[in-house]
């Protein structure tokens, strides 16, 4: 990806959660400058991975495939540097935009329309040699146990949530013609080095060409503290 998209879909993405009257924390809005004289007082941030994450998991075709994240709060998955077991973020997800087909090892998840258009959740149980099933999946909108046939695509209004236990295989984007999605994401501690399971092989992290300056530093950019 392009330096120069990353900070265009930053950008959009800090107008559109305005829009939807959800508010980011301040440091969403810090610059590489502002990081710059971040001291140890900043660590959680560092630590955490907290802050924004934009990918196009690595196929050049962000429109076609990609996914704008924030960060708010996350543990430590070796437990070393915090107590916290619990996650939260928010995406932003394009009309037929894909977030490709995954699972999580440990994680589980709740993921929420929080406003804008409708969510789409398609669902499969997963194999023990981790394929797709073609049994009926099992799952909880809101609370309530629902049962759908393997592949379902799960329709998500505004205000809905389904609950996404480790094991089970979710791909998402937002319908088209609804407009996009702000979702959010309240989960376990998050570990995107070791806990993902993508169907087909596919890259976490894009590589990036620095076609201009960073406006925002992503979650793995921060540097160490300054004192």
């Given at each position: 990806?392009?330096?120069?998209?990353?900070?265009?879909?930053?950008?959009?993405?800090v107008q559109f959660a305005e829009s939807l009257q959800f508010k980011l924390p301040p440091f969403a809005r810090w610059s590489a400058e502002d990081w710059a004289s971040k001291g140890a007082e900043a660590d959680e941030i560092r630590n955490a991975h907290l802050g924004w994450d934009v990918t196009d998991f690595a196929t050049g075709q962000f429109d076609r495939c990609g996914l704008v994240l924030f960060t708010i709060?996350?543990?430590?998955p070796s437990g070393a540097t915090s107590r916290k077991s619990y996650?939260?973020?928010?995406?932003i997800i394009g009309e037929g935009r894909l977030t490709p087909m995954h699972f999580h090892y440990t994680k589980m998840e709740d993921i929420i329309n929080r406003g804008g258009g409708v969510l789409i959740c398609q669902v499969y149980n997963s194999t023990p040699g981790e394929g797709l099933a073609d049994e009926p999946v099992k799952v909880a909108i809101d609370g309530v146990r629902k049962e759908?046939?393997?592949?379902?695509?799960?329709?998500?209004?505004?205000g809905e949530s389904i609950t996404l236990p480790p094991g089970l295989y979710h791909a998402f984007w937002a319908k088209p013609g609804t407009g996009d999605v702000l979702a959010g994401e309240v989960s376990a501690v998050n570990d995107d080095e070791k806990d993902n399971r993508f169907l087909e092989?596919?890259?976490?992290?894009?590589a990036i060409e620095e076609d201009e300056p960073a406006k925002y530093l992503l979650c793995g950019e921060y540097p160490p503290a300054c004192f």
């Open positions: 990806m392009k330096r120069s998209e990353i900070n265009r879909l930053i950008d959009e993405a709060r996350n543990g430590d996650c939260e973020k928010i995406m759908f046939p393997a592949g379902a695509e799960v329709q998500l209004q505004p092989p596919i890259s976490r992290f894009p």
